[in-house]
T-cell receptor
Framework: DVKVTQSSRYLVKRTGEKVFLECVQD?????MFWYRQDPGLGLRLIYF???????EKGDIPEGYSVSREKKERFSLILESASTNQTSMYLC??????????????FGSGTRLTVV | QKEVEQNSGPLSVPEGAIASLNCTYS??????FFWYRQYSGKSPELIMF????GDKEDGRFTAQLNKASQYVSLLIRDSQPSDSATYLC??????????FGQGTRLTINP
């Protein structure tokens, strides 16, 4: 009954590596989002997408990029991982119908550690 | 001023009592509001949404919205130890983007 799937639960990468975080949803949602969550800072929006091949910067896009080639898949890319990107990464999706009336559905999260 | 503000707590409530969580928002254009519960190490899960002034009840949970005061609250009746979690308030910004508060950590004491 999993609806938003993130490819990895835990990930350890080295500084300078290119990192891909994958997110797939099976609810036919138009909107997809990437957040990071850090203690004391709450959820911060990195990038979002309202449609295939479309992306919008969130509040903290620096050091990240995204790709949405198919409706169900939204990938977050860390071009050159740094230790300050160690965090919990959360993917979410939502339907475009209504004013977000059903909110987001979150994936289980990826805890990324950059060493 | 943050767009969505919550008291970070921690809020401690005895088992069986009513837990009251509060949230204010700055964008008067926001129309829909959400409460998420997040257990430690887990992702947020939606427990309530509200878009009309007044109260909305679902089991032990009641969401309250006052648009004039730009205030949203969540009441949890008959609090249980399993309600211990961080509660996130969120408001719609623009067409579809949610803005989250910092979250309130709630502890229910047996």
């Amino acid at each position: 009954d999993v609806k938003v799937t993130q490819s990895s639960r835990y990930l350890v990468k080295r500084t300078g590596e290119k990192v891909f975080l994958e997110c797939v949803q099976d609810m036919d949602h138009e909107n997809m989002f990437w957040y990071r969550q850090d203690p004391g800072l709450g959820l911060r929006l990195i990038y979002f997408s309202y449609d295939v091949k479309m992306k919008e910067k969130g509040d903290i896009p620096e050091g990240y990029s995204v790709s949405r080639e198919k409706k169900e898949r939204f990938s977050l890319i860390l071009e050159s991982a740094s230790t300050n990107q160690t965090s919990m990464y959360l993917c979410a999706s939502s339907s475009a119908s209504g004013q977000g009336s059903y909110g987001y559905t979150f994936g289980s999260g990826t805890r990324l550690t950059v060493v | 001023q943050k767009e969505v503000e919550q008291n970070s707590g921690p809020l401690s409530v005895p088992e069986g009592a009513i837990a009251s969580l509060n949230c204010t928002y700055s964008d008067r254009g926001s129309q829909s509001f959400f409460w998420y519960r997040q257990y430690s190490g887990k992702s947020p899960e939606l427990i309530m949404f509200i878009y009309s002034n007044g109260d909305k009840e679902d089991g032990r949970f009641t969401a309250q919205l006052n648009k004039a005061s730009q205030y949203v609250s969540l009441l949890i009746r008959d609090s249980q130890p399993s309600d211990s979690a961080t509660y996130l308030c969120a408001a719609i910004q623009g067409a579809q983007k949610l803005v989250f508060g910092q979250g309130t950590r709630l502890t229910i004491n047996p």
